[in-house]
T-cell receptor
Framework: SQQGEEDPQALSIQEGENATMNCSYK?????LQWYRQNSGRGLVHLIL?????REKHSGRLRVTLDTSKKSSSLLITASRAADTASYFC????????????FGKGTRLSVIA | IAGITQAPTSQILAAGRRMTLRCTQD?????MYWYRQDLGLGLRLIHY???????GKGEVPDGYSVSRANTDDFPLTLASAVPSQTSVYFC???????????FGPGTRLTVT
């Protein structure tokens, strides 16, 4: 069964707005990763946050992690049409760091 | 070659036929993975290999086999394809000592 579950399943926003996606997971983790998938392509790693971190930034991306609630959020600020993609959270399958278990993803549409 | 390549890009296969999906990486990554991606189910791990000569079962291994004779190649074989194996298959790898996965472009397989 999947470890992480993203919410919402789909999100449609206007260019320039912020997009927030959430991920909930079930068991204790060492880290949580977010990946992006453009239509018809493989996944691309975006950002990793470790269990001892609460927030991390990378360009227009901001990731938070709340281990007490077993949840993470991915915020994309000032969205662009090129941000249109599916976004997945991934957590380690077991006590190590790999293999990963992926959620079902959030489909983000950014309308120009 | 740069990164991970998969072949074929797409394939239509008659049920009962044998098929091998190829995956090759030139990054000297130790660990490699096979996932299938189905609409509404996200990515599910089929098999993995932590290093050449070793393999392990993922969430959905039935009907699939893998081998890892060397570091670069990780073929996935469907011994006798069934329609439920219609999916998009992704190969991925991880650099030794790191956590983020690198994905291939995928193989779209249709079993009729």
């Amino acid at each position: 069964s999947q470890q992480g579950e993203e919410d919402p399943q789909a999100l449609s926003i206007q260019e320039g707005e912020n997009a927030t996606m959430n991920c909930s997971y079930k068991t204790s983790i060492n880290n949580l990763q977010w990946y992006r998938q453009n239509s018809g392509r493989g996944l691309v790693h975006l950002i990793l946050i470790r269990s001892n971190e609460r927030e991390k930034h990378s360009g227009r991306l901001r990731v938070t992690l709340d281990t007490s609630k077993k949840s993470s959020s991915l915020l994309i600020t000032a969205s662009r049409a090129a941000d249109t993609a599916s976004y997945f959270c991934a957590t380690p399958r077991n006590s190590g760091n790999t293999p990963l278990v992926f959620g079902k993803g959030t489909r983000l549409s950014v309308i120009a | 070659i740069a990164g991970i390549t998969q072949a074929p890009t797409s394939q239509i296969l008659a049920a009962g036929r044998r098929m091998t999906l190829r995956c090759t990486q030139d990054m000297r990554h130790n660990a490699m993975y096979w996932y299938r991606q189905d609409l509404g189910l996200g990515l599910r791990l089929i098999h993995y290999s932590n290093t050449a000569g070793t393999t392990g079962k993922g969430e959905v291994p039935d009907g699939y086999s893998v081998s890892r004779a060397n570091t670069d190649d990780f073929p996935l074989t469907l011994a006798s394809a069934v329609p439920s194996q219609t999916s998009v298959y992704f190969c991925a790898s991880i650099r030794t000592g790191h956590i983020e996965q690198y994905f291939g472009p995928g193989t779209r397989l249709t079993v009729t």
